[in-house]
């Protein structure tokens, strides 16, 4: 499976923009970004995935460049609510046995200030 | 729906006891899996099951034991528990087929002493 790597930690205005980084310099063409977050003490929480193109949903935006080996995620408006460790994932896609391949790493703790 | 449940919510333990970590969802979802967090270590997958009667093994198995008798539940079971052990537990499911989000339960907190 593919390696992320992220910063440990983050810092970011509350109604500003947060935009985390993720290297997955290794990613393989049949495997997913996904990430999650957890705030502090609870189960994490999905947040987006993608595979080759940009994606936006409720919570987030999901950049992943032409060659796939990084991405970055974007809270438009974050809030106080949105401190949380953030875990950028490399997946493969679900085979026909459905194996699990989500292997979660350190992740970015992302404080955010008012 | 309550989606994934967990119980119970905090454990201590005496070295040598055993204790089954209970993991029930409601959404009919095929896969179930069990993730232990310690500090700076992320989330392991301890075990998992594609579908009742069938399970497998994660990153950590060692000293843990699962079944999956039913589509809902679950359970994971520490035979002889350990020091090792204390750390918090996460359950979650998903559909099987599905590129979309694992829901996670809110944790179990065992402390083996």
């Known amino acids: 499976d593919a390696k992320t790597t992220q910063p440990p930690s983050m810092d970011c205005a509350e109604g500003r923009a947060a935009n985390l980084p993720c290297n997955h310099s290794?990613?393989?063409?049949?495997?997913?970004v996904y990430w999650y977050r957890q705030i502090h003490s609870q189960g994490p929480q999905y947040i987006i995935h993608?595979?080759?193109n940009n994606e936006t949903n409720e919570m987030a935006s999901l950049i992943i460049t032409e060659d796939r080996k990084s991405s970055t995620l974007i809270l438009p408006h974050a809030t106080l609510r949105d401190t949380a460790v953030y875990y950028c994932?490399?997946?493969?896609?679900?085979?026909?046995?459905?194996?699990?391949?989500?292997?979660f790493g350190k992740g970015t703790k992302l404080t955010v200030n008012p | 729906n309550a989606g994934v449940t967990q119980t119970p919510k905090f454990q201590v333990l005496k070295t040598g006891q055993s204790m089954t970590l209970q993991c029930a969802q409601d959404?009919?979802?095929?896969?179930m899996s069990w993730y232990r967090q310690d500090p700076g270590m992320g989330l392991r997958l301890i075990h998992y099951?594609?579908?009742?009667?069938?399970?497998d093994q994660g990153e950590v198995p060692n000293g843990y034991n699962v079944s999956r008798s039913t589509t809902e539940d679950f359970p994971l079971r520490l035979l002889s528990a350990a020091p090792s052990q204390t750390s918090v537990y996460f359950c979650?499911?998903?559909?099987?087929?599905?590129?979309?989000?694992?829901?996670f339960g809110p944790g179990t907190r065992l402390t083996v002493l």
């Open positions: 994932i490399v997946r493969v896609g679900v085979t026909q046995g459905g194996s699990e391949k989500l292997v």
């Open positions: 099951s594609v579908g009742a009667g069938i399970t």
């Open positions: 290794t990613i393989s063409g049949n495997e997913y």
């Open positions: 979650a499911s998903r559909n099987s087929l599905s590129y979309n989000e694992q829901f």
């Open positions: 993608g595979l080759k």
């Open positions: 959404m009919n979802h095929e896969y």
